[in-house]
């Protein structure tokens, strides 16, 4: 489980590679986020953090990969940024374990589709308002999109009302709000 | 089992909870005494009111680690499948035991049990808990500020202090950043080097005490005793609640027999057979897992155990804390210390072996590295 789930994040660093995205720390939490969401249980729990839905868990397991040099991660001195690249060991996991990948490489391509070339602050958001609706509907028999569009904004007051609707009309078909 | 190790580690959960519960409140008051208006627009709190919010933060901070399983961290691969220790704080709080104590006080305190459960909740998108919840949960927390001290007077090993006056006199309310949004726990640019101490004090406390070799050892004697007598704690609240750390030891006295209550008892604990480097990388982790493999088929797999740094409490890890500069400009931590950006958490796999076949294991493991030009 622990090696399947290293090999995943590795696997999106790779493709991203391959895409050209930029990607960074906060693009490579959200993008777990939704895989968790979207296919299987990776077993991270996240809570809302500085930039949205994160997990204290798999923010070790992406430093533990920067220190076994399987990725690098490397500091943007331009901003608060990082990018991150396979490192020289990628392949250690995502050419010997294979098995993961098979299994979840349609999730992968839908989440390098969907989120691939959004901004951290683009993906921040989604996937805030992804988290939020999803504990509202946890919790509460019936709730309102515009109470979901309050809740974000009350977690997020750096983005308009406005900005947060269009948002939530533009979250991609699979992670769309019902 | 820390006092396996440390004879002095003696201390107890109460009194590390009573500590958590002081530190606090010492952040609490200093993010107040330094300016009331913003922690008022942060818990959206007329002033009369953060008394109660002070109150509420004591009690979460006081009943933090009221689920843990015994021998804390050490026995959680014991819990049921789902369950954690926050799991568990979350019920007992809202259980008989403790919402009827705090209940009983509410009309004096102004706090109900849960208000406090709250703080324990999974998946919270409570804006004031997410705002106060760090204080006693979170990358500069007063659980770390506590157990450091604490851990390290009661064991003898100093790298675990730090100036932590001068850290919580640093700490404030950082607001309204065009990075993050909203308000939270930061800190001004006097208290960097404080910090910086904070930091080594987790990095070398857990390279000396919570991941120190022969602690691990005897953490994983109790994983194996409690496997072996095919215990699982139970989810539900009244039972959990019969476990304690006696009731373990008492398990390991009567069960002489099977080879970790030995090992606890007599004290003959499995000793290191091998170990990668600190920072290992990659391929030889790579090279770790297929020795272990080997190792396995080789000898008796009873008399042997691995450990990585990943599975011990305490983890070191990088933290991502605001400084608010002296010339009112925000920075992140690591663009203001280098410790902070270049210390790298602990990547350490180990093998461990019975005494009785040490010296055969660490021979097999030498010839394997030597065969595979293996650099350990």
């Not at chain 1, 010997?96 to 951290?120: C, E, R, W, Y």
């Not at chain 2, 000396?208 to 215990?231: C, E, N, P, T």
Request: hydrophobic share 40%; net charge negative; charged share 25%.
């Amino acid at each position: 489980m622990e090696d399947d789930r290293l090999t995943l994040i590795a696997e999106i660093v790779r493709r991203c590679a391959q895409r050209n995205c930029n990607l960074g720390k906060i693009q490579l939490q959200k993008m777990v986020y939704f895989l968790q969401e979207s296919c299987s249980d990776l077993g991270y729990t996240f809570v809302i953090f500085h930039y949205g839905p994160f997990s204290f868990d798999l923010a070790e397991d992406i430093e533990r990969l920067n220190t076994l040099r399987i990725l690098h991660i490397e500091k943007d001195d331009a901003g608060y940024g990082y990018h991150i690249t396979p490192g020289v060991h990628c392949g250690v996991l995502t050419d010997t374990n294979k098995d993961p990948i098979i299994a979840h490489d349609q999730s992968l391509n839908v989440i390098l589709d969907s989120f691939g070339t959004m901004t951290a602050s683009a993906i921040e958001l989604s996937a805030t308002i992804h988290y939020v609706h999803s504990v509202l509907r946890d919790r509460t028999e019936s709730y309102t999109l515009d109470e979901v569009k309050l809740a974000v904004r009350e977690l997020k007051p750096q983005f308009t009302t406005d900005q947060i609707a269009q948002a939530m009309a533009d979250l991609p078909a699979p992670f769309a709000l019902t | 089992m820390t006092d396996y190790v440390y004879p002095g580690a003696e201390h107890t959960r109460f009194g590390h909870s009573l500590g958590v519960m002081q530190f606090a409140s010492d952040i609490f008051d200093t993010l107040r005494s330094k300016d009331e208006s913003v922690l008022m627009k942060a818990l959206d709190a007329r002033s009369d009111d953060l008394n109660v919010y002070r109150q509420r933060l004591r009690l979460a901070a006081l009943l933090h680690d009221v689920g843990h399983a015994p021998f804390s961290h050490a026995s959680e691969e014991i819990l049921p499948t789902g369950i954690t220790h926050e799991l568990q704080t979350l019920e007992i709080i809202r259980s008989k035991y403790v919402a009827d104590i705090i209940d009983a006080c509410s009309a004096t305190t102004g706090v109900k049990a849960e208000q406090v459960a709250k703080f324990f909740e999974p998946r919270t998108i409570d804006r004031k808990v997410l705002f106060l919840k760090p204080i006693i949960d979170g990358e500069l927390d007063a659980d770390k500020m506590d157990y450091l001290i604490r851990d390290s007077i009661f064991t003898g090993v100093h790298y675990g202090k730090f100036d932590h006056e001068r850290l919580v006199a640093s700490l404030c309310v950082i607001e309204n950043s065009e990075q993050q949004g909203g308000m939270i726990l930061g800190i001004e640019e006097g208290g960097v080097h404080a910090l910086e101490a904070l930091v080594l004090a987790r990095y070398f406390m857990f390279t000396q005490v919570y991941f120190h070799r022969a602690r691990r050892a005897y953490d994983m004697h109790l994983i194996g005793l409690l496997k072996d007598m095919g215990i699982k704690y139970p989810a539900e609240v009244e039972k959990y609640l019969e476990w304690d750390d006696r009731k373990v030891i008492d398990l390991a006295s009567q069960h002489n027999d099977n080879r970790h209550a030995r090992a606890i008892v007599e004290r003959k604990h499995f000793k290191e057979a091998l170990h990668t480097p600190d920072h290992t990388n990659g391929e030889q982790r790579r090279c770790f897992q297929f020795l272990w493999k080997d190792i396995c088929k080789t000898f008796d797999s009873n008399k042997l155990f691995h450990d990585e740094a990943k599975k011990a409490s305490h983890k070191f890890s990088r933290i991502d804390f605001f400084v608010r500069k002296t010339d009112g400009g925000l920075s992140k931590i690591e663009e203001m210390s280098k410790i902070v950006k270049d210390l790298a958490p602990i990547e350490q796999y180990r093998i461990y072996a019975d005494q009785s076949i040490r010296s055969e294991v660490k021979e097999f493991c030498r010839v394997f590295c030597r065969d595979n030009g293996i650099l350990f």
